[in-house]
């Protein structure tokens, strides 16, 4: 999907979302910096693996103009358009989002609304641990705007509360596709993807599509303890409370007890990656 026909689509349609800008030259950054809202955000148009290689992250913050200045040009010299947004102060937890499949017709068939709890990379990634929860503001902005565009088929969007005005903002979309939590909806007992099956074969929908607001909750084991990991190291979390935040899980990414190997896989090389780190980081060191 073009991100950015969708945000200005957004934008003059009246949808809440950030300041956004879309600059092509480096003289597009002076209005930017002199709207002075920073600090703001800048990702790719496309979600690239060059993109990811760089910066191994979705979103590069920044700080003041000069920040901003040397992010874009190395974008420029990779190729890569970009979109500047205006960040939106909240923690974790204030990321919400709409899950939806909308039938052939463009009726709604399911749609479901959640809320992140950690995330990886810390503050700007993906869900590694979410929870079912019910928010009427979140799901009526996603059906006005689908209803409006005459949608059809799966896709979710995500909002952020504004921690200082508590209004709520459309910060993603991801349409055609299904987010890696996908299986938080199944846990909750909603079967979106026989939905999906009986759409496209013109079977009857099942009768079962309603959300419940059970509070499930679903994990991404291995990118939840690297999220956890990463708020022990700045004394946001302890101990007690991520395993208190595991109550209620249904629904598990990557972990099975009934076919453990794919997980220990996980941890294999995500531990020679941890000891490339450490051997980069001490030649560095020496080096130095």
């Known amino acids: 999907m073009n991100k950015v026909n969708f945000y200005k689509y957004a934008q003059q349609n009246g949808f809440p979302i950030p300041a956004t800008f879309y600059p092509v030259n480096k003289s597009d950054l002076k209005e930017i910096s002199d709207r002075n809202l920073f600090p703001y955000i800048i990702k790719p148009v496309k979600r690239t693996e060059n993109w990811l290689r760089r910066f191994n992250k979705k979103v590069v913050e920044v700080t003041d103009s000069e920040h901003l200045s040397r992010v874009f040009d190395m974008c420029s010299a990779a190729g890569e358009d970009v979109i500047v947004q205006e960040w939106i102060d909240g923690r974790d937890s204030d990321l919400y989002s709409c899950i939806f499949y909308y039938d052939k017709d463009c009726n709604r068939a399911v749609t479901f609304t959640s809320r992140k709890l950690r995330q990886w990379h810390i503050e700007n990634g993906d869900a590694c641990l979410a929870e079912e929860c019910r928010n ?74 309603g959300q419940r607001y059970t509070g499930v909750k679903w994990i991404a084991l291995y990118l939840d303890l690297r999220s956890a990991w990463a708020y022990f190291s700045e004394g946001k979390l302890t101990l007690r409370d991520w395993l208190k935040s595991l109550s209620g899980l249904k629904s598990c990414a990557d972990f099975s007890m009934r076919d453990p190997l794919p997980f220990m896989a996980i941890l294999y090389i995500g531990f020679f990656v941890l000891l490339k780190k450490i051997w980069y980081a001490l030649a560095g060191s020496s080096g130095g």
């Open 136 to 209: 009427d503001e979140v799901l009526n902005i996603t059906m006005d705007l689908l209803s409006r565009v005459r949608f059809k088929g799966i896709g979710s969007v995500e909002f952020k509360l504004d921690s200082a005005t508590g209004g709520y903002f459309i910060i993603e979309p991801n349409i055609g596709r299904p987010v890696s939590r996908i299986s938080l909806v199944e846990a909750a007992g909603i079967p979106i993807i026989y939905t999906m099956y009986c759409d496209a074969s013109g079977l009857p929908l099942p009768s079962n599509r």
